[in-house]
């Protein structure tokens, strides 16, 4: 474990799990950021490559906790929890920050006090290839809730959060093998603006094979999540409305896939629950 800093304006926190091959490259443009009033916690997932050796060439610069493999969640989940600064920003291990993401994003909450989450633009790599978002990835500032019903709209590596919120809306949902980050961010989005830096701070990786977010039958865990905001009681009329077609539209199409694959028990989970929500 590293040297802990006192009061650091900003907690930052790396989750990663034998991305020994990649994951000096996260660390270091975190390292080299112009704003310097921060931690850094790196948590060790249960790592069984060279990342343990990577991690302890660094010293007293990084603060570092090991545990079992128990999934991202848990990951992120303890770095908040170990977290002493007033925000907390999140970088996958795959990822890179641009050396101003958090001088900008501290410059915009420092002139947005009301603000209580933010993300930057990203600039989109896959397989080493920088590639161009569609246009239903389009980033919106504001209350994005609707918006970012059908699929993510916020990326764990572009955001920052004042860390009380996490103390109201709960942390991420460890019992979500993938689409934890949609799950959260509909908790914190359907009561909270979140707000744009319309600047790419960061550069997002993709293409490998242990990526999550590429990982088939994503909507299974997206219906989940969508199941769990519409139960929460949080909702306005208007956002449980719009939460229920999005699940309807989801479960059709996953119901009708199950069937194809002869998954009739599931097939009939998910065309119940259609009809267990009224609009």
Known sequence: ???RRNNPFVSVIIPTYNRGWVLKEAVDSVL?????????????DGSTDNTHHILNAYGEDIIVFR???????????KGITSASGSYIAFLDSDDIWLPKKLSKQVDFFNSNPDAMICQTEEIWVRNGVRVNPKKRHKKLSGMIFEHSLSLCMVSPSAVMIERNLFDEVGGFDE???????YDLWLRMSCKYPVYLIDTPLI??????EDQLSSAPGLDKFRI?????????????DG??????KTLKEKCIIYAGGCFKRGRYNESKYYYDLVNKYML
């Open 32 to 44: 080299e950021q112009d704003f310097t009033d921060f931690e850094l916690i790196i948590v060790d």
């Open 67 to 77: 545990q079992d493999n128990k999934g991202v969640s848990a990951a992120r989940n």
């Open 203 to 208: 550069i997002k990786r993709g293409g490998h």
């Open 1 to 3: 474990m590293g040297k």
């Open 224 to 236: 989940k999540a969508l199941k769990n905001i519409i139960e929460s009681k949080l909702l306005s």
């Open 239 to 244: 956002q449980y409305r719009a939460a229920v």
């Open 175 to 181: 019992s979500l093998p993938a689409c934890e980050d």
